[in-house]
């Protein structure tokens, strides 16, 4: 019997959590599923990644209005993928006045958020529940360049993009005065990490510059629970990354000419140094195809469509 594409058998629900971190910050957590995070304010409230659409963001709007009836002002997208920014439209009704991104995350959207929405929708249907409520691409209404500050009354709010990893305009969202910090995917915990889009060779310096905060509570993207002890560094996860180049070296002429093939990709992981727990075997695949294609030369990453994930999932299965 043929394999399911990708995570379209990952049914599993997810328990979702909403923890308070400090006192104006809140995770929201769902077991290794894409976070969202929550700011209050003295008056109006900012949402850090948006959810996957606006049925799913129903969820999360109900949790924070189990805390606060401040207006929603504004929604910060950490980078452009579908899963994290399709349920903005959900916030609009709840006040929002702004959909903020990096210049770099604008740019991917302009470029490959068609396509990178068609993809992720067909990789993961559980993740992108109500998919039908889905208006279409979601487009920021502020860029900015490196860094801007809100306040929302007395409380500052630094926007910044750091420097590049997981995509190339990555942002974060960081209390100062709390010490809090929404880091987005640059850092995931007890999950592989997703490098399709990824500039590697930066990530490292991005994440050292992430370490150099001092964060006392660090929300990852990605976590099954929230706010452990942030043991990610920049050597070790370039260590990873570097062992997943090697993996998918080619051996041949034929592997050279396909190397979504990934004939040499490491089954279970992201090497010695990093070892993630996997839930979708074609992750790695992912990650050592752009590291093969940064290691050739490519700066930019190629643009993952529909079309490339079924060549990619059809060679895995050989």
């Keep these: 019997m043929a394999k399911a594409f990708a995570s379209q058998a990952d049914l599993e629900e997810k328990k979702i959590t909403f923890t308070q971190l ?23 409230v900012l949402i850090v990644d948006t959810t996957a659409t606006p049925a799913m963001a129903q969820d999360l709007i109900a949790k924070i209005r189990s805390v606060t009836d401040k207006p929603i002002k504004y929604v910060v997208l950490s980078h452009y993928h579908a899963v994290r920014v399709l349920g903005a439209s959900a916030y609009f009704k709840e006040g929002a006045q702004q959909i903020i991104a990096s210049r770099g995350t604008y740019e991917m959207i302009v470029e490959r958020g068609e396509a990178d929405m068609k993809s992720e929708i067909e990789r993961f249907p559980r993740l992108f529940a109500g998919v039908e409520t889905v208006p279409g691409l979601t487009w920021p209404t502020l860029v900015f360049e490196k860094e801007i500050t809100l306040w929302l009354g007395k409380l500052e709010v630094r926007i910044a993009h750091l420097g590049s990893g997981h995509t190339k305009g990555d942002t974060v969202v960081w209390l100062p005065s709390q010490k809090v910090l929404f880091s987005g995917d640059l850092v995931e915990y007890d999950v592989a990490c997703y ?5 590697l060779e930066e990530w490292p310096a991005t994440l050292e510059v992430l370490r150099a905060l001092k964060a006392k509570k660090l929300v990852p993207d990605r976590a099954p629970r929230c706010c452990r002890p942030w043991k990610w560094t920049g050597a070790r996860l370039h260590e990873g990354f570097r062992h997943d180049a090697a993996a998918g070296r080619p051996r041949s002429r034929r592997r050279q000419a396909r190397p979504e093939g990934l004939d040499g990709a490491h089954p ?51």
């Design 195 to 199: 490098c399709g889009d990824a500039q």
């Design 22 to 44: 400090s006192e104006n910050a809140y995770a929201y957590t769902a077991e290794g599923d894409p976070n969202s995070g929550v700011i209050v304010g003295d008056d109006g």
């Design 268 to 318: 279970q992981g992201h090497g010695p140094e990093v070892r993630p727990r996997l839930r979708l075997r074609a992750l790695p695949a992912f990650d050592v195809s752009r590291a093969y294609d940064e290691a050739s030369g490519i700066r930019h990453p190629r643009i993952w469509t529909a079309e490339r994930d079924q060549e990619m999932w059809a060679a895995l299965q050989d």
